[in-house]
């Protein structure tokens, strides 16, 4: 069956100041969030949990996807992005992993936004209110540090213990005055070649 949907929100924050130094761009982060049935809770150790990934992930996939982009304004404008879930205490971290560590989920949002990078990720268990994280990166280039960023927000009711808090995440714009440099200047004062950055 799809997923058993409790509830949905969007969290969106504006850094219009950071260091005291007004942001010439500001920096806008957006979180979109499904509360969701555990589709495994009260079974005990369930062997094979692909039949419920396929059947949960690609809708929740398209269904965030949809909220992201309706907040962003399109697709286009996403610059950064990442996903995240905590599984409730009676679940498992593997619960949480399965349904945002699979294409069924992801590809949904990578096409909408036109990304070349794999989708940064945080999987966690905890109880309602827990920390939720959303580490993001440049949907196109994985060596921008200037679009390393984390959403933290949380839910107050949720996760439940028999819940999962299935979420998406997105930036328009990085961070304001960035000034770390980029981890292709790193790996020139190191000597290493860009594609092969371990030297390995």
């Not at 268990?125 to 927000?153: C, E, F, V, W």
């Not at 808090?165 to 960035?178: C, K, N, Q």
Request: aromatic share 4%; net charge negative; proline share 6%.
């Amino acid at each position: 069956m799809p997923a058993e949907i409790r509830k949905t929100l969007v969290h969106v924050e504006n850094t219009l100041i950071e260091g005291g130094r007004v942001a010439e761009t500001p920096l806008t982060l957006i979180a979109a969030m499904a509360v969701i049935r555990n589709p495994w809770a009260g079974r005990g150790f369930v062997e094979d949990l692909t039949p419920d990934i396929r059947d949960c992930a690609p809708g929740l996939g398209a269904l965030l996807t949809e909220m992201i982009l309706d907040a962003a304004g399109g697709g286009d404008r996403v610059e950064g992005y990442g996903k995240s879930a905590i599984v409730g205490l009676g679940g498992e971290v593997e619960h949480a992993s399965a349904l945002i560590h699979t294409l069924h989920f992801g590809n949904h949002y990578r096409n909408a936004v036109g990304a070349k990078s794999y989708l940064s990720f945080c999987n966690t268990r905890g109880p309602a209110n827990a920390p939720l994280m959303i580490p993001l990166m440049d949907k196109n280039d994985g060596g921008r540090r200037s679009h390393y960023l984390t959403i933290q927000t949380s839910v107050a009711d949720a996760p439940a213990a028999d819940e999962i808090l299935i979420a998406l995440g997105a930036s328009i714009g990085g961070r304001p005055h960035h000034r770390i440099g980029d981890r292709y200047q790193d790996l020139k004062e190191l000597g290493h070649d860009a594609d092969n950055p371990a030297a390995v």
